[in-house]
């Protein structure tokens, strides 16, 4: 008999099957308004290596994705400043949605709907394992930080603010 799956098949979950990223499936009662600490207090980890996918727009409107530790927030300021651009703001949910075809708090850098460029926090790859959106509110997904890295090749920061 064929195992059955116990979580969605996302968009996320087909970008991160056709990348051969090996994975586990974290779902998780989601709470709106409940961010990172919810999800990590859900799963059992800490949340440090929750990581949060973040959608913004530079100063022409061009989408970014900036992934930072749950615990911590995003400077746009130093984010602006390696982008080379003069400010960097957070999109509304509607215009996140437009630029990734996800929901906010279901966004997974994998599998948006068109390429946008993505920035990360430089100290995420000294993790072991992360733990990143899986593509729909309440479904986290465990990687570890290189395979992130190879696929999504992103412009590593120092975004903390």
Known sequence: MA??????????IRALRDAGIGFTAHPYDYVEHGGTAHSAAELGVDEHSVIKTIVLED??????????????????KNLARARSCKT?????????????????GGTSPFGT?????????RSITDLSRIYVNGGRRGLLVGIAPSDLVRVLRPT???ASA
Do not use: N, W
């Not at 059955?4 to 996302?10: A, C, K, S």
């Not at 061009?62 to 746009?76: A, F, K, N, W």
């Not at 996140?96 to 075809?101: E, K, L, P, Q, S």
């Open 3 to 12: 195992k059955i799956e116990e979580f969605p098949v996302t968009q996320a």
């Open 59 to 76: 100063d022409k409107k061009q989408p970014v994705i900036c992934l930072q530790h749950g615990d911590r927030e995003v400077s746009t």
């Open 88 to 104: 960097i703001t957070p999109c509304s949910p509607e215009t996140a949605h437009r630029h990734t075809g996800y929901l906010v």
């Open 113 to 121: 709907r068109k390429p946008v460029p993505i920035y990360m926090e």
């Open 156 to 158: 590593l920061v120092d």
